[in-house]
Structure formats: C-alpha cells, structure tokens
C-alpha cells in the first residue's frame, strides 16, 4: 500500500485536536498540579444510583434493552420534564435514550443534515459541536457572543452569521464553558427568530438543573418551540454520573425517529445497567441533586470573589459549574495563560479558543472541585497574575 497519502479520511484528518485534551494530558504528567480543567463533577454517583446496578448485575440484567431505551426510563423521563420544565413529550414516539449527550448531539446532527447545509453555533461552545457537524456533513457557522451581553446569543450576530445553507442552530444554556444562562424575554427572541427562518433547534439543555438564579427556562417549552426543538439532556452532570454514559433526547416524532434510526445502526441501545440505575435517581435523588447545586453555587462565589480580588474581571456564571474570566489585563493570549499558570503554578485552566476564537481573553476555570482544592488553586493563580500583570 502506497505510504504518500494519509489512510485517515479527510475530514478526519483535517480535524483540529481538541484543545481541552492537550491541558489534561500535561496534568497527567504533573502528580502535584490542581487542575480546574475538567468539566467532570467531584462527587460520586447517589448511592441510590449504584446500588440499583449492582442490583440489575445481581439479577442478570446483561441484555439489551430495546433501542429507545427501558420503556420505564422513557416514561420517567417524560415525566420528569414535565414536572420540572412544563414539557409535553410522548415516551414511545418522542424520547430516546442514548449514550450520554454527546451521543444525542451526535444523532441529532446526523439525522437532520443533509450535506452541506450548515449549522448556527454560538461560540464560545462545548468542544464537540463544530467537529461532530463537520462529521455529519455540515458545516458550522459560528455565532459570538460577549461578555457584554452576559454571553446570551443575540439576534443580531444570529443573522450576521446565518446564510441560506443554514439548517439549525445548535445552542446550550446553562454555557459551558461561559457558565451563562439565557433570560427569559431573549430565549423568546432567539426562538421567534429560528421560527422565521425555518430552524431546527438543537437545544444542549444538559446543566440545566446547576441554574444558580431562579429555575431554568427550556427552549422547547417556549410558544410554538416545541415542534422545531430537539431537546438534549443527561445524567452526567447533576447526578454526577459521567461515567456511566447516559443522556436522552426529546423532539418531535419525526426527528426522534430519524435519531433513533441512526442510534440503532450504531449502538443499538445505551447501557443496561445504567438505564436501570438512572430510572432510580430520576425518581429518588432531588436531595441529593440540591444539595450538590448548593455546594457548587458556594463554591462559585468563592471563585468569583477570587477571580475578581486577583484584578481579573470575572463576569457571574449563573450556571453550570465554569468560571470564564478575561485574563486581558495580563496582556497574555489564552493559550500563553493557560501553558505558564501550568508551568509556573501548576494549575491547569483551559484556554478559552478550545472553544471557538471568540473564547481569546479568557480562560475556563473549572469550580468543580472541592473548596480547598479550590482556594488553593485560586492563591496560585493570584501569585502569578501579580507576576504577569506587574
Ligand atoms: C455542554 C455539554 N454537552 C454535552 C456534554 C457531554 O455530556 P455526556 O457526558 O452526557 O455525554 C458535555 C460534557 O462536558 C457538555 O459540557
């Protein structure tokens, strides 16, 4: 076989690396270093949780489960959007079960692209979004948005970027890695707009329960959104379950199928024993789920009163569990940032163009870790931003 050419497609190939994984890869290297670079939460799953997957092992619960996933975790999934959001979805036809969220974006992009039409993606955005639409066909037209407008998309830069190949816009609030939450009054806005110009709504609602302000406002539960949404959730984050793989979507019939026909060509179905363990914390761990939003919500004014008394100017998250604060005043780039703090300091931030351009100035501090870990990482951070501002 000739050896002049690349055996790794194209488009794979000309994929950029991700630039969170660079970050944890020197950390792995650095046994003493903090890292606030994982978007991963510190605590462990509910009891509830595991104890009902040693119980599914125990009862041989080793099969697979029909491709939408348990029909009892499709209605208790149903049923918990409806309590906590207002959402109607029908367990059958418009819920699907998958492989965390990453795989629901994933679907959700590969269903509805054909190739060549284009994707609106506000920026800074969760690393996956530009390359899974370039996988599925598409091509991502990003969106900014700033600090100045508390990171909320705004219609303006919506049609600055949207062209007629433009086919959904693919958004996510609560932000990673801004940590911002849309209003109400401009959610409104961004949906009537997606509305006139035919859009599919893909909405990354994941960090939807870490809302630090009043309750979350779902795209899909504004008027006439529901039909144009697809609506991506998991268990990742608020049940602390990242490594069980566990997510979901709801949408209307039409787009859930098509996702579901590719999620079976692909997975089949997600886990057993993780379907069985989220049914039970679906129903049994708001507790559990509160009390770990007070502690991250403590812990994020912790860092922001940090952030601010080492001169950096740190907008306030009001989600998710990032601080995103602009580091311009020390006249470093992002990248230059986040490699010194590393080398000098040993804390590892992520620079906010892993994001999208747009993230150049800031970088993404991760508050989920525990509080000393946390003031610690924080006094390191102050040492050397004396350093690099003086
Ligand atoms: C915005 C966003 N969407 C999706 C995911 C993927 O989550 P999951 O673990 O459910 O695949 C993440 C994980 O960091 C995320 O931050």
């Known amino acids: 076989m000739s050896t002049s050419h690349s055996r790794v497609a194209k488009r794979v190939a000309d994929l950029p690396p991700s630039g969170i994984r660079k970050f944890f890869e020197l950390?792995?290297?650095?046994?003493?270093?903090?890292?606030?670079?994982i978007g991963e939460p510190d605590f462990t799953t509910p009891w509830r949780g595991r104890e009902s997957a040693i119980y599914s092992l125990e009862k041989g619960h080793t099969h697979y489960t029909p491709t939408r996933g348990l029909q009892e975790l499709r209605d208790a999934v149903a049923s918990y959007l409806e309590r906590r959001f207002g959402l109607s979805y029908h367990p059958d036809r418009e819920v699907l079960i998958t492989v965390g969220a990453a795989e629901a974006i994933d679907l959700?992009?590969?269903?509805?692209?054909?190739?060549?039409?284009?994707?609106?993606?506000?920026?800074?955005?969760?690393?996956?979004?530009?390359?899974?639409?370039?996988?599925a066909g598409g091509v991502p037209l990003p969106?900014?948005?700033?600090?100045?407008?508390?990171?909320?998309?705004?219609?303006?830069?919506?049609?600055?970027?949207?062209?007629?190949?433009?086919?959904?816009?693919?958004?996510c609030y609560p932000n990673n890695p801004t940590g911002a939450v849309m209003d109400r009054e401009a959610l409104e806005g961004v949906m009537r707009w997606a509305e006139q110009n035919d859009l599919i709504v893909i909405a990354d609602e994941i960090y939807a329960?870490?809302?630090?302000?009043?309750?979350?406002?779902?795209?899909?539960a504004l008027p006439g959104a529901r039909d144009r949404t697809v609506l991506i959730g998991g268990f990742s984050k608020a049940w602390a379950m990242t490594g069980w793989r566990l997510g979901f979507a709801a949408g209307p019939q039409d787009l859930i199928g098509g996702m579901a026909k590719v999620?079976?060509?692909?997975?089949?179905?997600?886990?057993?024993?993780?379907?069985?363990?989220?049914?039970?914390?679906?129903y049994g761990c708001d507790g559990e789920v509160a009390a770990m939003r007070r502690e991250y919500d403590q812990r994020r004014r912790v860092i922001v009163r940090r952030l601010r008394d080492m001169g950096l100017d740190c907008f306030e998250p009001k989600g998710a569990f990032y601080a995103f604060p602009s580091i311009a005043r020390t006249g470093l780039t992002s990248e230059q940032f986040a490699e010194r703090l590393l080398q000098e300091e040993k804390v590892a931030v992520v620079p906010g163009t892993a994001f999208g351009e747009c993230g150049e100035g800031f970088v993404r501090c991760s508050y989920a870790t525990s509080l000393p870990t946390l003031e610690e990482g924080m006094a390191r951070m102050a040492r050397f931003v004396a350093r690099a501002a003086g």
């Open 209 to 220: 329960e870490l809302h630090y302000d009043g309750g979350h406002v779902s795209a899909a």
């Open 27 to 37: 950390v792995e290297r650095m046994p003493d270093a903090i890292s606030l670079a």
């Open 143 to 171: 969106v900014p948005t700033r600090v100045e407008h508390d990171f909320q998309v705004q219609v303006s830069d919506l049609e600055a970027a949207c062209d007629d190949r433009a086919r959904a816009l693919l958004m």
């Open 263 to 282: 999620h079976a060509y692909t997975v089949m179905c997600a886990p057993t024993m993780a379907q069985e363990a989220a049914l039970d914390v679906l």
């Open 108 to 135: 959700a992009l590969r269903a509805i692209l054909n190739p060549g039409e284009a994707v609106l993606i506000p920026q800074p955005c969760f690393v996956s979004y530009p390359p899974c639409t370039v996988l």
